[in-house]
């Protein structure tokens, strides 16, 4: 897997705004707030959207820093490629011409963020165990998430199909990676030293290929 394949991933559910959501985006900006609009909410939201599950993912490094967690990292971006590949396949258009590059089946946004919340929401029933506290911040992350879907659909730069295509493959790509660490990868994490050295490399590659395509996509770009 080459950097090429990251930014492949990153371009192929880029973000080019609209001239409506850009303008909305600016004058929130420029007002500081005043007059705001909830359109105006919704599109610096959604806007941001995908700088918070990557804070997301970072906090989960900080807080569990270890082998799980450059797992989950290892999960993050073949969960990206396997969009791209999907999209490559199905071959299917945006509701809205021009609203951004690229096919829009299944979104990536979406399977993005519900690989996150499947992913988290595991880690932390099976840490804690399945109580009332787990199960409400359970459902806070599937609310949240559900919204930022959402205004995939409400932005137009996806449908509704799209957008439940892209939540459904993220879950179960999440459900998938989870049960492959407790089930064989970290028994041989721990038996193995070669399986620790391909982990901590395979993480290195793919956090170096993501760096790469925030640095190309995010920053200098285009949403």
């Known amino acids: ?55 997301t993912y970072s906090i989960f490094i900080l807080l569990r820093h270890d082998a799980f967690a450059l797992w989950a990292v290892i999960g993050c971006v073949l969960n990206m490629i396997l969009s791209v590949v999907l999209k490559k396949i199905l071959k299917q258009e945006r509701p809205v011409s021009g609203v951004s590059s690229g096919h829009g089946m299944p979104s990536s946004h979406a399977q993005s963020i519900f690989f996150a919340i499947v992913f988290v929401t595991l880690s932390v029933v099976q840490w804690q165990g399945l109580n009332g506290v787990t199960a409400i911040f359970s459902m806070l992350l599937l609310a949240l998430g559900s919204y930022f879907s959402w205004l995939r659909v409400s932005q137009r730069y996806h449908t509704t199909s799209q957008v ?26 721990n038996s193995s030293l070669w399986v620790r050295i391909l982990l901590l490399v395979g993480t290195a590659f793919f956090c170096l290929g993501f760096i790469q395509h925030v640095i190309r996509d995010w920053i200098k770009g285009e949403d």
Do not use: P
Request: hydrophobic share 50%; net charge negative.
């Open 164 to 189: 439940v295509v892209g939540a459904i493959v993220g879950s179960i790509f999440s459900v998938i990676w989870f049960w492959a660490w407790e089930a064989s990868v970290h028994k041989a994490y």
């Open 1 to 55: 897997m080459s950097s090429g394949s990251i930014e492949s991933s990153g371009r192929g559910d880029e973000y080019v705004s609209s001239s409506a959501a850009f303008e909305q985006e600016v004058n929130l900006i420029e007002n500081g707030g005043g007059g705001v609009t909830l359109g105006a909410l919704h599109a610096l939201a959604n806007h941001l959207s995908k700088w918070i599950v990557a804070v």
